[in-house]
């Protein structure tokens, strides 16, 4: 058949449909040959032709020739057993070994005498290989074929006188059609009397030889005698061996020996047919057949073929799953060629015996990529021989990559610390998340889970980059606001579908010392100033009054101190450091001045630190009588339109204070004699702010707080005024009520009381 030419659809025997053919990777592999006889067609399933096929190669004389291969289907694997057999075409015709054929007859030789000759070969089998011969029409002879044992016989006499050779044409026919023929020129020279041709011992000599036998070794010994004396019965031996076995044997012309030559191969060609001839001197001959059986000899390893493999594998690949098609061929026969396939080391994959001499490659065991990556299956095939002969073949794997780890934080949480006031963009902290998986599946992303802190969302704080895990801050932070927060950070890988894993980030915010002292008291207010009265008669350690301020921050920065950076009379007054207490360091003397400034420093223990200022400002005095003026002691009036507003609030508070004291005068002589009303006030400049821990007068017209009054006095005004406040004591009632109490809830109240006009500066010392 020409290259090319069809054989059939393979695709429809083994009802495979033909349009999956290419992604199932269809092909075919031949046993035993490296040779490819055929191929398929991947778009029509057709089995072509794809070289010349010559059976007489391939198969020789067998009757049947058959060549075998097998169909191979990947994804899933599957394997068929698909034989060829090659019929024969005449394509070879008849052939002799010789073109012309010498024979020596005698004249002598009787009527009926036979003279044998070679046969004609034909490469073809059956009918197509010889079937008859023809001889040229002559006088003396005719043909006789019996059994392809071709014979000249004599059918008259042979007169030397009159002819002394004859030129005869032999042809040989085989029945192909169209028919094939072979001639061959048989030339007979006529001698004088030799009655007797040489006689071989046997028509049929059978020899064994073990194949590898080296050159030089014995096969067989022929023998032929000749009855004929002298020359006439000096035999002589040809042999007509084929040029292929001409290489292989010789035979000694004179012993009938016959030697090996070339290399014997069991596996090449298991038998060798040879025709001897024995002539005696005078040219009468003689024909027998040697048939040599070659011997199988261990001497073939197996030969392992990786038909198929599907590689890489995925991890997750089941129990079971096939991945490979081992086929093992042993050149040798019967036991010779058994063969047993094993595995190596200790691997999770099997073989399966399958088809003769295949294997599956299976797996026997989770599979998992992060753990080994890649195979060397390495695979040992050992045959039965004596001794046995083994090979061996190494199948890489590798696992392909399934995405089947999340991402790994490398801790279980992680904690960050800045500094309040920090610049938005600054680095808190680094998260790094490992996945073990390979290439997209342990590509790590991060991101912040979405969440609020304090009402706001958690992008609106901080950051992630989604390469690095490095988090940022987006704003700055501010301790006094909050001191620490949490972000979740998720770490996604990019497989399919992703995994995912979070961990929580605590943001702990450190104070700065950004915020000075706030002093409470005493506070500024406008353009006035507190002003406290300190008896004549204070002793050294008396607490006057006490400055009280806060720190918005935190810790050592708000550790307060006190100090008073400026006085009046540096040795007359301190102040508690921490305490912020003010007390006379010695008894208070004629001799000090009245009106005393004080100036005090507050400052945070912060680095660096930071302080505020504050001025007290005391008079020493007993009551108002013995102040002839109260002056603005900071600083003169520099506001003329202030100080009217001042004196006319003034006068209507006299005012208003003057009438209330009739009314209260008038009321007690229109009574009898009813308990004292107490009043809790205290003159404040200018407002109603009072110090901490303040207490009013009770019923006993004591203090309740050694260093608390009932009186301030106001400065930058030229009259004494005061306005009453709220008291702490729940049984008096505050001043801007007292007008609304009925005249029954004023039982003597002011029975001892010395109606002046600096009634109002009345001062307590427990």
Same mark, same amino acid.
């Not at 044992?149 to 040989?172: G, I, M, P, S």
């Not at 010392?513 to 004549?536: C, H, R, W």
């Given at each position: 058949?020409?290259?090319?030419?069809?054989?059939?659809?393979?695709?429809?025997?083994?009802?495979?449909?033909?349009?999956?053919?290419?992604?199932?990777?269809?092909?075919?592999?031949?046993?035993?040959?490296?040779?490819?006889?055929?191929?398929?067609?991947?778009?029509?399933?057709?089995?072509?032709?794809?070289?010349?096929?010559?059976?007489?190669?391939?198969?020789?004389?067998?009757?049947?020739?058959?060549?075998?291969?097998?169909?191979?289907?990947?994804?899933?694997?599957?394997?068929?057993?698909?034989?060829?057999?090659?019929?024969?075409?005449?394509?070879?015709?008849?052939?002799?070994?010789?073109?012309?054929?010498?024979?020596?007859?005698?004249?002598?030789?009787?009527?009926?005498?036979?003279?044998?000759?070679?046969?004609?070969?034909?490469?073809?089998?059956?009918?197509?290989?010889?079937?008859?011969?023809?001889?040229?029409?002559?006088?003396?002879?005719?043909?006789?074929?019996?059994?392809?044992?071709?014979?000249?016989?004599?059918?008259?006499?042979?007169?030397?006188?009159?002819?002394?050779?004859?030129?005869?044409?032999?042809?040989?026919?085989?029945?192909?059609?169209?028919?094939?023929?072979?001639?061959?020129?048989?030339?007979?020279?006529?001698?004088?009397?030799?009655?007797?041709?040489?006689?071989?011992?046997?028509?049929?000599?059978?020899?064994?030889?073990?194949?590898?036998?080296?050159?030089?070794?014995?096969?067989?010994?022929?023998?032929?005698?000749?009855?004929?004396?002298?020359?006439?019965?000096?035999?002589?031996?040809?042999?007509?061996?084929?040029?292929?076995?001409?290489?292989?044997?010789?035979?000694?012309?004179?012993?009938?020996?016959?030697?090996?030559?070339?290399?014997?191969?069991?596996?090449?060609?298991?038998?060798?047919?040879?025709?001897?001839?024995?002539?005696?001197?005078?040219?009468?001959?003689?024909?027998?057949?040697?048939?040599?059986?070659?011997?199988?000899?261990?001497?073939?390893?197996?030969?392992?073929?990786?038909?198929?493999?599907?590689?890489?594998?995925?991890?997750?690949?089941?129990?079971?799953?096939?991945?490979?098609?081992?086929?093992?061929?042993?050149?040798?026969?019967?036991?010779?060629?058994?063969?047993?396939?094993?595995?190596?080391?200790?691997?999770?994959?099997?073989?399966?015996?399958?088809?003769?001499?295949?294997?599956?490659?299976?797996?026997?065991?989770?599979?998992?990529?992060?753990?080994?990556?890649?195979?060397?299956?390495?695979?040992?095939?050992?045959?039965?021989?004596?001794?046995?002969?083994?090979?061996?073949?190494?199948?890489?794997?590798?696992?392909?990559?399934?995405?089947?780890?999340?991402?790994?934080?490398?801790?279980?949480?992680?904690?960050?610390?800045?500094?309040?006031?920090?610049? *938005?963009? !600054?680095?808190?902290? /680094? @998260? $790094?998340?490992?996945?073990? =998986?390979?290439?997209? %599946?342990?590509?790590? +992303?991060?991101?912040?889970?979405?969440?609020?802190?304090?009402?706001?969302?958690?992008?609106?704080?901080?950051?992630?980059?989604?390469?690095?895990?490095?988090?940022?801050?987006?704003?700055?932070?501010?301790?006094?606001?909050?001191?620490?927060?949490?972000?979740?950070?998720?770490?996604?890988?990019?497989?399919?579908? *992703?995994? !995912?894993?979070?961990? /929580? @980030? $605590?943001?702990?915010?450190? =104070?700065?010392?950004? %915020?000075?002292?706030? +002093?409470?008291?005493?506070?500024?207010?406008?353009?006035?100033?507190?002003?406290?009265?300190?008896?004549?008669?204070?002793?050294?350690?008396?607490?006057?009054?006490?400055?009280?301020?806060?720190?918005?921050?935190?810790?050592?920065?708000?550790?307060?101190?006190?100090?008073?950076?400026?006085?009046?009379?540096?040795?007359?007054? !301190?102040?508690?450091?921490?305490?912020?207490?003010?007390?006379?360091?010695?008894?208070?003397?004629?001799?000090?001045?009245?009106?005393?400034?004080?100036?005090?420093?507050?400052?945070?223990?912060?680095?660096?630190?930071?302080?505020?200022?504050?001025?007290?400002?005391?008079?020493?005095?007993?009551?108002?009588?013995?102040?002839?003026?109260?002056?603005?002691?900071?600083?003169?009036?520099?506001?003329?339109?202030?100080?009217?507003?001042?004196?006319?609030?003034?006068?209507?508070?006299?005012?208003?204070?003057?009438?209330?004291?009739?009314?209260?005068?008038?009321?007690?002589?229109?009574?009898?004699?009813?308990?004292?009303?107490?009043?809790?006030?205290?003159?404040?400049?200018?407002?109603?702010?009072?110090?901490?821990?303040?207490?009013?007068?009770?019923?006993?017209?004591?203090?309740?707080?050694?260093?608390?009054?009932?009186?301030?006095?106001?400065?930058?005004?030229?009259?004494?005024?005061?306005?009453?406040?709220?008291?702490?004591?729940?049984?008096?009632?505050?001043?801007?009520?007292?007008?609304?109490?009925?005249?029954?809830?004023?039982?003597?109240?002011?029975?001892?009381?010395?109606?002046?006009?600096?009634?109002?500066?009345?001062?307590?010392?427990?």
């Amino acid at each position: 058949m020409k290259r090319g030419s069809v054989i059939g659809n393979i695709a429809k025997d083994l009802g495979v449909d033909s349009r999956i053919l290419s992604s199932r990777k269809a092909r075919v592999d031949f046993e035993g040959t490296n040779k490819r006889y055929c191929d398929i067609n991947l778009s029509t399933g057709d089995l072509i032709t794809s070289e010349r096929i010559d059976r007489e190669n391939l198969c020789g004389k067998k009757p049947s020739c058959v060549v075998k291969m097998d169909l191979v289907l990947e994804n899933p694997l599957e394997l068929h057993r698909v034989s060829l057999h090659v019929q024969d075409v005449n394509d070879n015709s008849p052939k002799f070994r010789e073109n012309l054929i010498e024979m020596e007859i005698s004249e002598s030789a009787e009527k009926g005498s036979r003279f044998s000759m070679e046969e004609a070969h034909d490469a073809d089998i059956g009918q197509n290989a010889v079937q008859r011969y023809n001889l040229q029409k002559n006088d003396n002879f005719i043909l006789s074929v019996d059994n392809n044992k071709v014979e000249l016989v004599l059918e008259n006499k042979l007169d030397r006188e009159k002819q002394n050779e004859l030129n005869l044409l032999l042809t040989a026919l085989d029945g192909g059609s169209p028919q094939r023929s072979g001639t061959v020129v048989i030339h007979v020279t006529v001698l004088d009397a030799n009655d007797n041709a040489p006689v071989f011992s046997q028509d049929v000599y059978k020899a064994s030889l073990p194949e590898n036998s080296p050159v030089d070794t014995v096969v067989i010994h022929v023998s032929a005698t000749d009855a004929d004396e002298g020359v006439n019965g000096d035999v002589t031996y040809f042999g007509h061996i084929s040029d292929d076995d001409g290489n292989v044997f010789s035979i000694d012309p004179k012993t009938g020996e016959i030697k090996v030559t070339g290399v014997i191969d069991f596996e090449e060609r298991s038998s060798y047919e040879l025709r001897i001839q024995a002539k005696d001197g005078l040219g009468l001959t003689s024909y027998a057949k040697v048939i040599i059986d070659v011997t199988d000899v261990n001497d073939n390893a197996p030969v392992i073929q990786l038909k198929s493999v599907s590689n890489p594998i995925p991890e997750n690949a089941p129990l079971g799953t096939e991945v490979g098609i081992i086929n093992v061929q042993d050149r040798d026969s019967e036991s010779n060629r058994q063969v047993r396939c094993s595995i190596q080391q200790n691997v999770p994959f099997k073989l399966v015996a399958s088809i003769k001499n295949y294997y599956s490659l299976v797996t026997t065991g989770h599979l998992d990529r992060e753990v080994v990556s890649d195979y060397n299956i390495t695979i040992r095939a050992t045959d039965e021989g004596s001794p046995p002969l083994s090979s061996s073949k190494t199948v890489h794997l590798s696992v392909a990559d399934i995405n089947d780890n999340p991402p790994e934080f490398e801790e279980q949480s992680y904690s960050a610390y800045v500094s309040e006031n920090n610049k *938005p963009g !600054s680095a808190l902290c /680094s @998260v $790094s998340a490992r996945d073990p =998986d390979w290439r997209q %599946n342990g590509t790590v +992303i991060y991101s912040l889970v979405g969440g609020e802190v304090n009402g706001a969302p958690v992008s609106s704080y901080v950051s992630v980059n989604g390469d690095t895990g490095l988090i940022h801050t987006v704003r700055s932070f501010d301790y006094e606001q909050f001191r620490s927060f949490k972000v979740q950070v998720m770490a996604r890988d990019n497989g399919s579908p *992703p995994l !995912s894993s979070n961990v /929580s @980030v $605590s943001v702990f915010i450190s =104070d700065v010392n950004d %915020n000075s002292p706030q +002093i409470l008291y005493p506070a500024p207010e406008g353009n006035s100033f507190m002003t406290e009265l300190v008896p004549k008669g204070a002793h050294g350690g008396s607490l006057v009054s006490k400055v009280i301020a806060v720190d918005a921050d935190s810790g050592q920065n708000a550790w307060l101190s006190y100090e008073i950076v400026k006085s009046t009379d540096p040795g007359l007054f !301190s102040i508690g450091v921490h305490s912020g207490e003010i007390r006379t360091q010695r008894d208070i003397s004629e001799s000090d001045s009245m009106k005393q400034n004080l100036v005090v420093s507050v400052k945070d223990n912060g680095q660096p630190s930071l302080s505020a200022t504050c001025s007290m400002y005391l008079l020493i005095s007993d009551n108002l009588a013995e102040v002839p003026e109260l002056k603005d002691i900071s600083y003169e009036e520099k506001n003329s339109k202030l100080t009217s507003y001042l004196i006319i609030a003034l006068v209507s508070v006299s005012t208003f204070f003057l009438t209330f004291i009739i009314i209260i005068l008038g009321v007690r002589f229109c009574r009898r004699r009813k308990p004292r009303l107490l009043f809790d006030g205290a003159v404040a400049i200018p407002s109603a702010y009072l110090p901490p821990n303040y207490a009013d007068v009770d019923g006993t017209g004591t203090l309740r707080s050694a260093y608390n009054y009932d009186a301030y006095l106001t400065t930058g005004s030229r009259t004494s005024d005061f306005k009453f406040v709220s008291s702490y004591n729940d049984n008096t009632l505050p001043a801007d009520q007292t007008l609304r109490k009925s005249p029954s809830d004023f039982a003597d109240p002011f029975e001892d009381f010395e109606a002046s006009a600096e009634v109002g500066v009345i001062s307590n010392l427990s």
